[in-house]
């Protein structure tokens, strides 16, 4: 086997390997009791979505992939961010609620 | 000999990418799962990143892919911190990880 058909063989793999990954993290993210479980597995879709734009870039030899990567990368951390601290204080508001 | 040291790079980034979500759906509770898809989904992903840097060998290609592993480790601590702390204040959730009760 030559080293090109290998490189190949594994970019395949590495590819089945990301998106079985991306999809057991969307099972949990479908499946998980609360919503701090829900965040979790949204940032794990996240940053494996930044491995498939790598591999996508290897693939194809689109070098502008990195940057959608790069840009997947601050906004996945915005998003988390976002979220957290809405878990964080729905139960404080909550609270305020009821003793209106 | 570069193609195979991009393989193994390559699917070394999958193989963790892969471990990582497997952790996410099996772990017990939400302070596991984080600690899984935290450390061994950037460090998959960071991995299937030097592969790239290594495939297309570009200075600016370069910057860039250590600019997101930067990012990636700078900010997923930081999320994690976050997530933790609102779960650990959630109370629905308080009595499965009861450890860290007061």
């Known amino acids: ?100 | 000999m570069t193609d195979i040291l991009i393989s193994i790079f390559l699917l070394l980034g999958g193989f963790f990418a892969l471990i990582a979500a497997i952790g996410v759906l099996r772990l017990p509770d939400v302070l596991t799962r984080m600690h899984a898809s935290t450390k061994a989904g950037v460090l998959g992903s960071s991995l299937i990143l030097i592969g790239v840097a290594l495939y297309l060998q570009q200075t600016e290609i370069s910057v860039r892919v250590i600019a997101i592993i930067l990012f990636l480790m700078l900010t997923s601590p930081i999320g994690a911190h976050m997530i933790g702390r609102a779960s650990v204040r959630d109370p629905k959730t308080k009595g499965s990880i009861d450890d860290l009760a007061d």
């Open chain 1, 1 to 100: 086997m030559t080293t090109q058909a290998f490189l190949e063989l594994s970019i395949n793999a590495s590819f089945v390997m990301v998106m079985v990954s991306l999809a057991v993290a969307f099972v949990r993210l479908a499946i998980g009791p609360t919503l701090a479980d829900r965040v979790v597995a949204l940032d794990m879709m996240t940053v494996t979505i930044i491995a498939v734009c790598g591999v996508a870039a290897v693939a194809t030899s689109v070098a502008a992939l990195l940057d959608v990567a790069l840009v997947l990368a601050l906004v996945g951390f915005l998003a988390t961010v976002a979220l957290a601290r809405f878990a964080e204080r729905r139960d404080e508001r909550r609270k305020e609620a009821k003793n209106d």
